[in-house]
């Protein structure tokens, strides 16, 4: 019997061999094992010809797939990222596959129920339902032949369908799914603007690439027009009946792009997020690897989608931290943009106003190829930038007096304003105005954030809520005030002073459930709301033609951090959401309030923009030695007690030191408690990324065998972007 090598979705860095009586199971494919009293799905690796388990070796209990569901592609990127990220394979091959085939569904398309007439002949409509007008009306629907459900549900209700079902006028059958061959034939491609010269250029540049890898970094201020640069390339791909990958940061900006994508190509774009069901998405990567959607459009774990014919891969904000997965199988999904685009020989590109300095650095290098668009598109201006200064001033809801009259100038004038804090919740810490005790999550040392139109207070960073209290659990005393603003407490205020005005707060607690953002988002470019109030989700390239406003409440927080990235991220959160505002025939303008209103990096950004600031940050970075001119590594512990973290991590260093890289640390994390837990780190930096990709291989079976590991939760991240 062959010993096929199956890889499970263990936290270990090993295959496990198992026997079966078929011999033409193939690499990729997915197969049923018992491992301990579990029942598991693994994916086959390989074959050996010998085990030194042979006698205690079971037997594969059921194959699931006859042709693999990773490609041999997919399977090399896997691997690589294996030994890249020294992360077990198992847990990053099944990474790569939807959760339902996870769970070991079947990767086959379902039959689609549909609801037919039981008599396809009748003509008139039955006696039984004559005054049930939607049931006439859905009568007379499906005298034009039977309706896929789905499709039903979106214009008639479950109860309309049960009553032709349940009065045995129609019934569901399940009807097997039809490939769409003729996929291609539908290509109707919309009207679409005149580029200008530097959008001609990019278009031109990109499309001469087509058949071959090239990577570009798009940089082009907010509202250059960068979306219809991809589009204009995206249908020279079409025509050559190829697909496009479109990674996008946020689920809030797929709905946007998803409309604008499908009204120019009058196309399906397939849909990747995890606001989706397992099932939902199942779907989507059936139709993309049958090659039955020629654009998917998704967020992070998208980059695993396959495609039977691809021609294009773009990656839209590409500097957006979302794209590193912070726990788990830590991957930055732009990187392996990258290598998808080697593998499959196909242009990449990157766009964003704001790259990272990764990115830019290798577009000055000429690694890529360096694409910029620094004007404005159609006779949009850029958005006017200036800094308040509100040292001493009194504030209102954390506004000045003086801000609050020009947006009251804004709003007379019937534009809409944006105002950015972010901190969701009513304000980010309840204290005792009597002992000045701080309500604080014991779990991880951090003030409690008040709720108060839950009334409750929740820490932000474990979950833990409880009752918000009417006294203070230190001295009794009922005097119990807010410290801080969070949009909870904006939205309030502002609808006081301008009640005339309607506001909308836009948060991760008001925008819950499937369709509720896309939702306000319509009615924000209707013109329902007049005032914006919202978090980082307002900044993600959201296009609002009538916001001539933004004001950022207060950014000095990220002035002073201990990450050297944050000043980069600062400078990217304020251009973003600078390009908010005057993206059409209206001027637009930005205001900062700060207390630091001569600090470098403010004045940098307001007078020279982020391309100046960028520059001259990879010059600072250079000098100190700093990522992208270095190479890091994290290791991250976490334990109930810090000594037992400490200790681990000291052990590493040690294991670690004299091998050719700098070992630094250990030292507490940023956040150094977080749910009961303590959290160490240790980095490790080298001026080689195959140097120290090399070390810690060699020494990561070693640190698995320490006695301590037992006792603490441990993991690498390579390439690290926060250190919280």
Wanted: charged share 20%; aromatic share 6%; hydrophobic share 40%.
């Amino acid at each position: 019997m062959p010993i096929y090598q199956v890889a499970l979705a263990l936290p270990k860095r090993q295959l496990f061999d198992y026997l079966s009586d078929q011999t033409d199971i193939q690499v990729g494919c997915r197969v049923r094992v018992s491992f301990g009293p579990r029942s598991m799905v693994g994916i086959v690796t390989g074959t050996v010809a010998s085990s030194p388990h042979f006698a205690k070796l079971k037997a594969i209990s059921q194959l699931l797939d006859q042709h693999p569901v990773l490609d041999e592609s997919l399977l090399s990127l896997c691997h690589w990222m294996a030994q890249y990220y020294h992360h077990p394979i198992g847990e990053v091959l099944h990474a790569a596959l939807p959760v339902a085939l996870r769970k070991g569904e079947s990767d086959q398309p379902k039959p689609i129920d549909y609801l037919r007439l039981l008599d396809e002949s009748q003509l008139e409509v039955p006696e039984a339902i004559k005054r049930a007008k939607k049931q006439v009306h859905l009568f007379h629907a499906l005298q034009e032949g039977p309706q896929s459900l789905t499709g039903l549900k979106q214009h008639f209700s479950d109860s309309v369908i049960k009553g032709l079902v349940d009065r045995e006028i129609a019934k569901i059958e399940p009807i097997a799914a039809e490939i769409q061959t003729n996929l291609w034939l539908k290509l109707e491609v919309g009207d679409k603007p005149t580029p200008n010269v530097e959008q001609a250029l990019a278009i031109t540049a990109i499309t001469q690439t087509l058949g071959r890898y090239a990577c570009f970094l798009l940089e082009g201020i907010t509202g250059s027009g960068k979306t219809e640069v991809y589009l204009q390339s995206i249908e020279e791909v079409l025509l050559n009946k190829q697909q496009v990958l479109i990674l996008v940061p946020e689920i809030g900006l797929t709905p946007q792009t998803v409309k604008r994508f499908e009204k120019r190509f009058g196309l399906e774009v397939g849909v990747l997020h995890s606001g989706l069901s397992d099932n939902e998405r199942l779907v989507v990567w059936q139709k993309s690897r049958r090659g039955e959607v020629a654009i998917v459009i998704g967020t992070r774990s998208a980059i695993f989608t396959p495609m039977l014919n691809p021609g294009m891969i773009i990656v839209d904000e590409e500097h957006d931290s979302s794209y590193k997965q912070q726990d788990g199988l830590r991957y930055n999904a732009r990187d392996l943009a990258v290598l998808r685009a080697k593998a499959h020989n196909v242009p990449l590109v990157l766009g964003s106003a704001t790259p990272c300095l990764e990115t830019l650095n290798n577009a000055l290098t000429n690694k890529y190829q360096h694409l910029q668009l620094i004007r404005r598109a159609g006779n949009a201006l850029q958005a006017k930038q200036n800094v308040l200064d509100i040292t001493n001033q009194p504030l209102v809801a954390g506004l000045a007096q003086g801000m609050l009259q020009r947006m009251e100038q804004h709003l007379n004038a019937g534009s809409q304003i944006m105002l950015f804090v972010n901190r969701r919740g009513y304000a980010p810490a309840l204290l005792c105005h009597h002992c000045g005790h701080i309500e604080e999550c014991k779990r991880c040392n951090k003030p409690y954030t008040v709720h108060k139109a839950l009334h409750k207070i929740q820490c932000h960073h474990c979950g833990s809520a409880r009752s918000l209290p009417s006294s203070c659990q230190s001295c009794g005393h009922h005097e119990l005030v807010t410290h801080g603003v969070g949009t909870e407490q904006l939205e309030q205020s502002l609808k006081k002073r301008f009640a005339q005005f309607s506001s909308v707060r836009i948060d991760s607690d008001s925008v819950r459930g499937k369709t509720k953002l896309n939702d306000l988002l319509e009615e924000i470019n209707r013109g329902t709301h007049h005032i914006l109030i919202g978090t980082q989700i307002l900044s993600k390239g959201h296009h609002f033609p009538n916001v001539t406003l933004v004001v950022i409440l207060d950014a000095d927080g990220a002035l002073f951090s201990a990450d050297y990235r944050a000043p980069e991220h600062l400078a990217q959160l304020i251009t973003q959401l600078s390009g908010r505002a005057g993206r059409a025939e209206k001027p637009g303008e930005m205001w900062l309030q700060t207390h630091q209103p001569g600090h470098p990096l403010l004045q940098d950004l307001i007078h020279n923009g982020y391309g100046h600031f960028a520059r001259h940050a990879l010059l600072e970075r250079k000098h100190a030695g700093l990522p992208p001119f270095c190479f890091h590594t994290l290791f991250r512990a976490e334990a109930s007690h810090i000594e037992l973290a400490f200790e681990f991590l000291s052990q590493v260093g040690l294991m670690l030191t004299c091998l050719g890289v700098k070992v630094i640390g250990p030292i507490p994390a940023i956040m150094e408690k977080r749910q009961g837990r303590y959290r160490m780190q240790l980095l490790l930096q080298a001026n080689s990324r195959s140097l120290l990709n090399k070390v810690i291989a060699s020494q990561v079976n070693q640190i698995e065998s320490l006695p301590i590991t037992r006792k603490v939760r441990w993991s690498i991240d390579v390439d690290p972007q926060d250190f919280m």
